[in-house]
């Protein structure tokens, strides 16, 4: 059965996989380019991969109505069951570390970023999500820069690498391309940009570098767009 990847925006992500929805740093009621509301989306498992506002966004609203369980950092689950998420509803994990859930596998990866919650807990450390959904690897790297282990990543072959390309806060075009090189996926699709001014981005220029420079499939989605594996 195919996997129904769909850009919220930003870095949040929607996966059907015919056995679970998925949420991916739900940044919703307050992102400008979120075509969805917390409140319309629906969840069996919300994949959190950082605490900052513009990726922690809606979770603990939407884990309250849905029943969702919350997949992150250590540090950050202990934060949720403080926000009243119940301790069975919240996996706390690091990186390096796989867990096994109905729809497939959870690997965390190492993410070169900060990561704090709203209210300045300390939010353990950033991380990047390595994905087993019916015998397709998907790699989300979220907030990161470029690094060498990426080549470890992508070593099992990839079926979909998701890039920040925004700069700034993330890694920028020119080294997505690296990254890129790094994790020879078969299809790319950029993410973390156009969101706010300071990470505007040429996300058609964008995909022409990919296709000069490496043999990636560059995948462009507007908000509210899938892609289908």
Avoid at 14 to 24: F, N, P, V, Y
Avoid at 60 to 76: C, L, S
Avoid at 116 to 130: H, K, N, Q, R
């Amino acid at each position: 059965m195919a996997i129904k990847i769909t850009w919220l925006g930003h870095n949040a992500w929607a996966i059907d996989t015919g056995s679970g929805r998925l949420l991916i740093d739900p940044f919703l009621d307050d992102s400008p380019t979120s075509p969805v509301t917390a409140d319309a989306v629906e969840a069996d498992f919300v994949l959190l991969s950082h605490g900052h506002g513009d990726h922690l966004g809606d979770t603990v609203a939407i884990a309250q109505r849905t029943g969702a369980t919350v997949v992150t950092a250590y540090e950050i689950s202990l934060w949720l069951t403080g926000q009243g998420i119940g301790a069975k509803k919240v996996i706390g994990m690091n990186p390096g570390g796989g867990v096994d859930l109905p729809w497939g596998r959870l690997q965390m990866t190492p993410a070169h970023h900060s990561s704090s919650l709203p209210d300045g807990t300390y939010g353990g450390v950033a991380m990047g999500l390595l994905l087993t959904i019916n015998d397709k690897r998907l790699y989300f790297a979220c907030d990161t820069s470029v690094f060498g282990d990426m080549r470890l990543i992508g070593a099992g072959g990839l079926d979909l690498a998701v890039l920040p390309i925004g700069d700034l806060f993330t890694m920028g075009p020119a080294d997505s391309i690296e990254a890129i090189k790094l994790l020879e996926p078969a299809k790319v699709m950029p993410c973390h940009y156009g969101t706010f001014p300071p990470i505007e981005q040429d996300a058609g220029a964008w995909a022409d570098l990919v296709r000069h420079e490496t043999r990636s499939e560059p995948v462009v989605l507007a908000p509210g767009e899938s892609l289908a594996l």
